[in-house]
């Protein structure tokens, strides 16, 4: 069994900052990728930024310059720095792990979401 646990979203303002943290534990045995995808009512969810590997990001288009991800490999975490928010980003931000599960092989895993709300 693995979990996924997020922390960190909240209310801000127009061109504030939010950090998001979220941690994988259980049955790991490797980590392929960590990352976030954010979902609004009657919307698709899409991809935020995920770290490959413990070393390669990648971003939508839509955060790039805005939005650091970090994360340890060892420490199966992955965090999402997030500065000059705008209105767009309001949004249920999930993480997901892309792990090598014991016993099962290779997997992914959701957390329950994390919601950010960008508002004047």
């Known amino acids: 069994q693995v979990q996924v646990v997020e922390s960190g979203g909240g209310w801000v303002q127009p061109g504030g900052s939010l950090r998001l943290s979220c941690a994988a534990s259980g049955n790991i045995l490797s980590l392929y990728a960590m990352g976030w995808y954010r979902q609004v009512p009657g919307k698709q969810r899409e991809l935020v930024a995920l770290m490959i590997d413990g070393s390669i990001p990648i971003y939508a288009d839509s955060v790039k310059g805005r939005f650091t991800i970090s994360g340890g490999k060892a420490k199966n975490t992955v965090n999402l720095q997030m500065n000059s928010l705008e209105f767009e980003d309001t949004a249920v931000y999930y993480c997901?792990?892309?792990?090598?599960?014991?016993?099962?092989?290779?997997?992914?895993?959701w957390g329950p979401g994390t919601q950010v709300t960008v508002s004047s």
């Open positions: 997901k792990a892309h792990i090598a599960e014991s016993g099962v092989g290779e997997n992914e895993y």
